[in-house]
């Protein structure tokens, strides 16, 4: 499985990016999909998740309302939409999928199998 995350960037606050993730050796439709966060000298925190059928999605407190998580299957694709960008949202964004046999809660990191390498976002004030 490899995941490839694009589009982060420095913009200005209230500004917004659209963050995308190929994903390629997914063998199974039963993966979720997640976008995680990472600010410096903090942890690795949910964004936000999405099911394969793209009916179901959870989001982290912080984000909800401006930000939306999408899927594109015949592409192989996965978006996060962020709206109304803030200083704090400044991070390192990373693209992770979840395989069936993780039980894990999908809000950890634990609970994804599979990351792509990050993407920096960058909101100024």
């Known amino acids: 499985v490899q995941l490839q995350a694009s589009g982060g960037g420095l913009v200005q606050a209230g500004g917004s990016l659209r963050l995308s993730c190929a994903a390629s050796?997914?063998?199974?439709?039963?993966?979720?999909m997640g976008w995680f966060r990472q600010a410096p000298g903090k942890e690795r925190e949910f964004v936000a998740t999405?099911?394969?059928?793209?009916?179901?999605?959870g989001y982290a407190d912080s984000v909800k309302g401006r930000f939306t998580i999408s899927k594109d299957n015949a592409k192989n694709m996965v978006y996060l939409q962020m709206n109304l960008l803030k200083p704090e949202d400044t991070a390192l964004y990373y693209c992770?999928?979840?395989?069936?046999?993780?039980?894990?809660?999908?809000?950890?990191?634990?609970?994804?199998?599979?990351w792509g390498q990050g993407t920096q976002v960058t909101v100024s004030s």
């Open positions: 999405v099911n394969w059928n793209g009916d179901n999605t």
């Open positions: 050796g997914l063998t199974s439709s039963t993966y979720r």
């Open positions: 992770a999928a979840r395989s069936a046999r993780n039980s894990g809660t999908y809000y950890s990191p634990r609970g994804f199998d599979y």
